[in-house]
């Protein structure tokens, strides 16, 4: 009986130290999210992505109404013909009075001949040279007359490429690979300029956030190996995790936090990467392990 008792204390006693191990760090998984906002006012016209898909970067997963826009467009193009129209009539009138000026060049320069042989008198010369600068000054009226309607076609320009734009952001396009975490909106559904559509994290691989004391930090260091666990069925799983960051200042320990040292007040957060086999979620409790530099 005595032996009996001897031998459950001993369980015991070895039982005792073992839970009495405890891990350097206890903190969360997580991931950076990124919600996916409308970037146009409209009715959704599709929007294919459920929640646990996995989306591909760059891929368009919806589309917000554009036929509004495309009308808009549409009598944009058709002002800025008309105003081509006037330009295409402005430089035909540029163009006769340059072809009049050229023959009226030809000609002055034949009677500024003349003149020098005394076969043209003065009044001949000055006649010819205020036509021709009648015609210079015509060419340059008319060419004001075109600024303005070049402007014109230039400020229609622009508004279509703005609307080109809209059309462009009515597009929804998913713009990082991972996993839709959550489904704001669906379709045939009106929605606005910033309005969520849906939220999504790469979580191939997570990160795990632990606070540790400040006797511990010498213990680690950036690109440091560990170890990670979570709870599994039985026992615990374990995973190799890479020190990615360390806080260089102090906060006062969460409450929701356990660390080595049950009375540290000021803890120092670390970030260690894990890859993700799918058994990590985003606010999973997980412990590092670590072993000291100088073993």
């Given amino acids: 009986m005595k032996k009996y008792i001897l031998i459950l204390l ?10 009495d191990k405890k891990a350097d760090g206890y903190g969360n998984f997580e991931a950076t999210e990124t919600t996916i906002s409308a970037e146009a006012n409209g009715k959704i016209i599709f929007l294919n992505l459920e929640e646990g898909d996995i989306l591909e970067a760059e891929k368009q997963v919806g589309l917000i109404d554009t036929t509004q ?19 295409t009539n402005v ?7 340059q072809e009049q000026l050229k023959t009226t060049l030809i000609e002055r320069n034949r009677i500024q001949n003349m003149f020098a042989e005394d076969a043209a008198t003065k009044r001949q010369l000055d006649e010819i040279n205020g036509k021709v600068n009648v015609l210079n000054e015509q060419i340059k009226s008319v060419k004001t007359q075109d600024a303005p309607i070049v402007n014109e076609a230039k400020s229609i320009a622009i508004q ?3 609307i080109d734009d809209q059309i462009e952001k009515s597009k929804i396009t998913n713009p990082i690979k991972g996993t839709v975490l959550a489904k ?6 009106i929605t606005s300029f910033g309005k969520p559509l ?23 260091q950036t690109n440091q190996k560990v170890t990670v666990k979570i709870d599994a069925d039985q026992d615990m799983k374990s995973y190799t995790g890479i020190i990615s960051w360390i806080s260089s200042s102090a906060e006062f320990t969460p409450k929701t936090i356990q660390t080595k040292e049950e009375r540290v007040n000021l803890v120092y957060a670390v970030k260690v990467k894990v890859k993700n086999d799918g058994s990590l979620k985003i606010g999973m409790p997980a412990e590092m392990w670590i072993q000291s530099l100088n073993k």
Avoid: G, P
């Avoid at 001993?10 to 839970?19: P, R, V």
């Fill in 160 to 162: 279509i490429d703005k």
């Fill in 198 to 220: 849906y939220k999504i994290a790469d979580i191939s691989e997570m990160t795990l956030r632990v606070y540790i004391s400040e006797t511990q930090l010498a213990h680690i």
């Fill in 184 to 189: 704001y909106a669906e379709a045939n559904e």
């Fill in 69 to 87: 826009l495309y009308f808009n467009k549409q009598q944009l193009i058709a002002s800025k013909n008309t105003v081509y129209s006037k330009s």
């Fill in 91 to 97: 430089i035909s009138q540029i163009t006769v009075l």
């Fill in 10 to 19: 001993t369980i015991s006693f070895i039982s005792c130290n073992k839970n």
